[in-house]
C-alpha cells in the first residue's frame, strides 16, 4: 500500500485497526481530543465503549483480553485520566493480561512546566507495566504501537503504556500499512533439562501436575490432560488457573492453596513428584514455604525466568515456551500406572464430599453460596463468563462454580482487586459476544457500581449477582477467626437500596431471601438477555472454608467452623 501523510492521531487508529483491534474502552478529555476525533471518523471500523470512569474502562480492557485472549485497548487523557488508569494497569500485570493503554499529554514543549493536567504517568507506571513509552516524536509512533503489541502478547503477557503529546497527535508524517506484528520467538528449555525432568516423572509414584494461568496463555490444557493420563497422575491448579481443565475431568481435583479444594490441597501434599506448570508457587498455593511438600520433588515449567527458584526451589526448571516443554516430555515419558497413588486420592476425594456435606445446611431453602451455586450451575450455559470480585464470594466462585471451558473466569488473582468485576465483565462480555455473571458482595460492588451506567448503556447482558451479607465478609472472617472477633469497621451498616438503585440506572433488579426466590430471579435474569441486578440476602457468618490459617501449611488446613473457632 501507498504511503500517505497523516496525523499522529490518524495513525493511533489506523495502527490499532492494523493490528487487529476491533474494541477499544476509554473515556475523552482535553489531552486525546485529536485521537477521539479520529475515533469518530473511523467509527464504521474500530468500536469505543464509553464507561463512566477510567478504572472502569482499564478493568474492562483487562476482561476482555481474558476472555478473548488478545490484547485489551484502553485509552485515556493526562493528568486524572492516566492516574485512574493505574489500578487497573496493576491489576493486569500482576496477573499477566496483554493490555495496551493509550494516554495523551500536554505538548512536548509543557512538559515540565506542572501545566494543567501534566503527569509523568511514565514514571508512575513503571513498576507496574511489562514496558511503557513517552513518544516525542512522530516517525517512531507507528512503530512504537506496533512493539507495544507485539511485548503486550509475547512471552509472559502484560501491560504496556503508551504516551503520547498533543503536539506529535497533531503532526504529520507518511504512514504505511504493516500488517499485525508477530509474536517474539521464545526461548526453548534445553534437552538436558527435559531429559532430567522425564528421569524424575519416570520414577514418581505419586504425581501432581500443577496448573495456573500460564496454561490457559500458552494454550495446552488438552496436553496437560494427555501427560497426566500418561503418567497416572492428577490435576490441581491454581485460582488463576481455574476453568483450564472443565471440572468433570476425573483427574481433575480442582483449585489448591489458602481457600483449595480439600482433595487437590491434600494430594498436593501427598505426593512425591509436584509439575508445576505456568505457575508461580505463589503464599496463597504454598503457605508455610518452609514445610511445602519438602518431601517431593519439584519440576518447574515457565516462560518467565524470573519465577524459577523465586518462591519454591525446584529440582529441574525449564524455562521456555512451555507448549514446546510439554511436547518434548510427553513424547519421552514412559506411560505407567499408579493403583496405591489412585488410592490414596480416591479416599481424599471422599473425605472431601463429606466436608462439602457438612459446610452445608440443612435447611432446604435457606440461601447459601453452595445452593447459590448449584442454580447458577444449572441454569449457566457452558460458555457462560463468570467473573467476580474479591472476597468471600470471589472464593465461593472458586470452589463451587462447575467450569466447562477455558478462560470462562474472569477475576483479579494476584492484587485482588475489589470493583475489579463490574468493568471486567463488561469487557468479557463485549470480547465474546457471550453473557456474563458477576459474583460480588456488597462491599466490592460498591466500589465501581458507576458502571451499571456503562452496562445498561451498551445492553450489556451482564446477570449480577450481589451476595449481600451487609459486611466485608473476607475481612470480618479473619477477625472472627484471628483477632477475636473485633469487628472493626467491617460491619458496613450502609443504607443502599441495591434494587431502587438499579431503577435509578436503568435496569430490572430484585431482591431475594431463599433458594426459591433466587432460583426464579436467575432464571428471569439469564432469559432477560439484558443487564440485570440480584440482591442476594445471605448470613454475615457464613465461611469460606476449607482455609490455611495465615503462616500455616496443608498440615494446619481448616474444613470446619469449630475447628476455625478453635485456632482463635
Known sequence: MEKQKITGSQIVIETLIEQGVTDVFGYPGGQVLNIYDELYKAKERINHILTAHEQGASHAADGYARATGKVGVVIATSGPGATNLVTGIATAMLDSVPMVAIIGNVPTSSIGKDSFQEINITGVTLPITKHNYFVTKIEELADTI????????????????????????????DFE?????PFYEQKKAGIKDITKAVELINNANK??????????????????????????????CTFMGLSAIENSYDRFLGMQGMHGHYASSM???????????????????????????KNAKIIHLDIDLSEINKNIKSDVGLIGDIKYSLSEILKMCKERKNPEWAKIVSGLKEKGRLINEKIES???????PKKMFDIINSVKNDDTLIATDVGQHQMWAAQWTDFKKSR???????LGTMGFGLGAAIGASIGTKKQSVLITGDGSFGMNLNELATAVTYNIPVVIVI?????????????TLFFGKRYSNTVLERKTDFIKLADAFGLKGKRVFDVKDFQEAFKEAVN????????????????VLPMLPPGGSIEDIITTVEKAEGNN
Open 177 to 181: 500499512y504493516k500488517g499485525v506484528v
Open 267 to 293: 494430594a498436593n501434599k501427598e505426593a512425591d513428584l509436584i509439575i508445576g506448570i505456568g505457575m508461580r508457587f505463589s503464599d496463597r498455593a504454598t503457605g508455610n514455604v518452609s514445610k511445602y511438600c
Open 528 to 543: 432477560s438477555n439484558a443487564p440485570y441486578l440480584i440482591d442476594a440476602v445471605i448470613d454475615k457468618d457464613e465461611f
Open 146 to 173: 506496533r512493539e507495544a503489541f507485539q511485548i503486550a502478547k509475547s512471552g509472559r503477557p502484560g501491560p504496556v503504556l503508551i504516551d503520547i503529546p498533543k503536539d506529535v497527535q497533531t503532526a504529520k508524517y
Open 467 to 479: 451476595m449481600n451479607n451487609g459486611v466485608l465478609g473476607m475481612v470480618r472472617q479473619w477477625q
Open 207 to 236: 504425581p501432581y501436575i500443577y496448573i495456573g494461568g500460564g496454561a490457559i496463555s500458552a494454550d495446552i490444557c488438552n496436553d496437560v490432560k494427555k501427560l497426566a493420563e500418561k503418567i497416572d497422575g492428577y490435576i490441581g
Open 362 to 368: 440443612e435447611n432446604k431453602n435457606l440461601l447459601t
Open 408 to 414: 470462562t473466569l474472569i477475576s483479579s488473582g494476584g
